[in-house]
């Protein structure tokens, strides 16, 4: 068997579910071809692979799975560094929301933006992500609440899809909050995402799940039920966030939907807990978020105990958790949140890949996709460890055997 690229001599974490813990092989080695790959293992039994294109003896240096990157709203313009102040002086996130702040302060320079303006600056975003190892990445529309609007960003995110220097992207329409101009007739704008958004969407294969924000100040539980119920139909998957500022039975909901994931879950209860479980919801950590808004640190425990796959995203957005790299929520998620470094691992590969639906990604086993990243250090606590030095820490990130770093 050849092979385009073989890495070997390497601490290789495979996150392979038939090995314990993260999968790691002490002395291990991948190989690639045809952007997939076609052999990883421990480096001595490589005797199948007779020639290589390109060998990499990585020095027993880490080697991971291509970052996975579950939960982000990286396309949006403006900022909101002001209520990052305002919050820093004692202003909670509802209390800024309602005077005029929060999901809706980005509404106007999103509105504004042109195509190319909103293009550019999500290419920066995803540039960002992928030199600290990301190499598959949701993005999420959300920032225009209005039909056409929401269409158009979820165009611009497909263009940027098809380039093959940025993380792979999986699309996703979200249903954020009832915009200010529409609180007086806010049925009738339920209405229009459920009978004219989701079904133009899907009909133009623009997004492959829809999220609804399903929380105090965003949208009731009967409302995400029509909403959610309305992307089943048009055989999208679901998702939802939930449970960051008061439980209100959304993952009861998203158990009995049989959701991809339930995101934030700072306060979610037994039951919805044992809802995910039983129908393998993933639960996605977003701990940037939940420090800065300086919220209790979700059930972790109970989720590990009813052995819920947790996955852990940045949550990038211009409000709450401006970040585009995981590296730094390794580190929250091993520290604030209180998970293993195998679990905050998986969190950022495999788990993350189930949150999308993406079987594939996220593990380096025989049929799986050619992401890999090459580290500079030589163990997989060293990263979080580390966790300011995301950049200087990588070395090379492949993408389906494309080295991204050489583009």
């Known amino acids: 068997m050849d092979c385009e690229l073989l890495i070997r001599n390497a601490r290789l974490m495979t996150c392979d579910p038939e090995r314990p813990g993260a999968g790691v092989i002490e002395r291990g080695a991948v190989a690639i071809s045809g952007g997939a790959i076609v052999w990883a293992g421990v480096d001595g039994d490589i005797g199948g692979v007779k020639e290589a294109s390109r060998v990499i003896d990585a020095g027993g240096r880490l080697v991971t799975p291509g970052l996975v990157d579950c939960h982000t709203h990286a396309i949006f313009a403006g900022d909101r560094a002001g209520e990052f102040g305002l919050r820093a002086s004692g202003a909670g996130y509802l209390e800024i929301a309602a005077a005029g702040g929060g999901i809706a302060a980005s509404l106007k320079a999103t509105r504004l933006a042109s195509d190319e303006t909103l293009i550019d600056l999500l290419r920066e975003r995803l540039r960002l992500a992928a030199a600290g190892g990301t190499t598959t990445i949701e993005v999420k529309s959300g920032y225009d609440l209005t039909v056409e609007g929401e269409l158009r960003m979820l165009k611009c995110v497909a263009k940027v899809a098809t380039e093959r220097d940025m993380p ?79 439980d209100l039975g959304g993952a009861e909901l998203l158990g009995a939907l049989g959701a991809l994931s339930g ?55 211009p409000g709450t958790s401006y970040c585009e790299q995981l590296p730094l929520q390794l580190w929250l998620a091993t520290t604030h949140y209180g998970m293993t470094i195998d679990e905050a691992w998986l969190g950022v590969t495999r788990h993350g890949a189930k949150a999308l639906g993406m079987a594939h990604v996220g593990l380096l086993r025989a049929g799986a996709v050619g992401d890999v990243v090459l580290w500079k250090c030589g163990h997989e606590a060293d990263v979080p460890y580390r966790y300011g030095a995301a950049n200087t820490l990588v070395d090379r990130v492949f993408r389906a055997g494309l080295d991204m770093t050489a583009m």
């Open 263 to 317: 995101d934030h879950l700072e306060r979610v209860g037994d039951a919805g807990i044992a809802a995910m479980a039983s129908a393998g919801v993933v639960a996605v950590m977003l701990p940037g978020a939940c420090v800065q808004l300086r919220l209790p640190v979700p059930p972790v425990e109970k989720f590990r105990a009813q052995g819920v796959a947790m996955a852990i995203a940045t949550d990038l957005n």
């Open 168 to 246: 792979r992207i999986s699309p996703t329409l979200l249903v954020h909050v009832v915009p200010p101009e529409r609180k007086a007739d806010r049925d009738a704008y339920v209405k229009e995402i459920c009978e004219s958004l989701i079904p133009k969407a899907a009909a133009q294969a623009l997004c492959t799940a829809v999220d609804i924000y399903c929380d105090e100040g965003a949208f009731t539980l009967d409302e995400a039920r029509a909403v959610l119920g309305a992307a089943k139909r048009a055989e999208l998957a679901v998702k939802a966030h939930i449970g960051q500022f008061a």
